[in-house]
């Protein structure tokens, strides 16, 4: 994962600045175990000491291995010798195994953009670069300090995205600038949203979004998105596409209809119901219990876990575990 640096310099221009790194300097003293303070080895000491080696192309692998690491960006600044591998594309075929020994388009494939400024920097280097862009970055976040015209600017030259969070609002009357690339992504199928990023008017309707009809897997983070509207609810049930959904609900307002609606469709795998801290367990079953849904695809979490479970990665993967361990033991609380 990527934070990019606000300084105009990119992971490959400056070897450790804006990089998540968990990479530590190891001191040069020797650990004597007596309790007193050790002694510097002297340099020329150092310089003497055989240094272990392995093959190029073993190191290379590992590199890449270790980079499927959420902190995956703390690799480049091990060896500066590492920078080579990032223009060269090693590639291994043995019967249908493909690896790809490129660095560059690993670190790039998941971006973080906090702030509007960290937002602009990233639009600088892959903005000469848009077939770059399209094929190596698959998941993208807005934080919401990201202006919206900045926002629809990187999702126009960044087609390739499977996964989106949005959080940045829409305050411009008329057109929204998002709306266009957004439904060009074709290969969207996990959108976290905020509702007011793709809706600047009063009506509020999902199914007239053309790429919802293609995500799988929607989060709205919205507490009102599960209300009671009078006859019209957003249109989450006529999203017939929808695998995994996950919204704030509320005891007092949610609309159990729609609930429902979504549920009764066999190719729901999973509900992800996030409770207010105030909620406690036993008002959740009993507010489950009596609306009849008793289902084992619902999976309650609470609210004050959110943005941790949400930007922790393989959020799904632990929601389907959940449902999985439903099933197993008939559908009672882990």
């Known amino acids: 994962m990527i934070t990019w640096a606000s300084n105009g310099s990119t992971p490959i221009e400056q070897e450790t600045f804006g990089i998540e790194s968990d990479v530590k300097i190891q001191n040069p003293r020797m650990n004597t175990g007596s309790g007193k303070l050790p002694q510097l080895a002297h340099p020329s000491c150092i310089a003497a000491m055989p240094t272990p080696s392995l093959p190029v192309e073993i190191e290379r692998m590992i590199f890449v291995l270790c980079a499927q690491h959420k902190n995956r960006c703390a690799y480049l600044a091990v060896a500066r010798r590492v ?19 490129r660095l560059e388009p690993i670190v790039y494939r998941v971006v973080h953009l906090p702030s509007n400024r960290v937002a602009k920097k990233f639009l600088q280097s892959i903005g000469s670069r848009p077939e770059f862009a399209e094929k190596t970055v698959k998941v993208l976040f807005f934080g919401a300090a990201v202006a919206i015209e900045m926002a629809g600017e990187i999702l126009g030259i ?76 957003i249109g989450v049930e006529g999203l017939e596409q929808i695998t995994h959904l996950s919204f704030h609900f509320s005891t007092l307002r949610t609309e159990v209809s729609m609930l429902k609606g979504v549920l009764k469709r066999d190719n729901l ?28 695809r619902i999976v309650i979490l609470n609210g004050a876990d959110f943005f941790s479970a949400m930007q922790g990665g393989g959020f799904w993967n632990y929601v389907e575990c959940l449902v999985d361990w439903h099933r197993k033991n008939d559908g009672e609380s882990p």
């Open 158 to 233: 960044c087609h390739g995205i499977e996964d989106l969070t949005l959080r940045v609002p829409c305050h411009l009357i008329g057109k929204n600038p998002v709306l266009e690339p957004m439904n060009a992504l074709q290969r969207l199928r996990a959108l976290s949203i905020d509702l007011a990023s793709i809706f600047n008017n009063r009506i509020i309707y999902l199914p007239n979004i053309d790429t919802l009809h293609r995500v799988t897997h929607l989060h709205i983070s919205n507490a009102w998105a599960s209300w009671q509207g009078g006859s019209q609810t």
């Open 83 to 101: 920078r080579v591998w990032l223009a060269l594309d090693f590639r291994y075929d043995e019967q249908t195994y493909l690896i790809d020994y």
């Open 269 to 296: 795998v999973a509900m992800v119901l996030w409770q207010k801290w105030s909620m406690t367990d036993d008002q959740v079953r009993e507010w489950l219990k009596s609306h009849d849904l008793a289902d084992r």
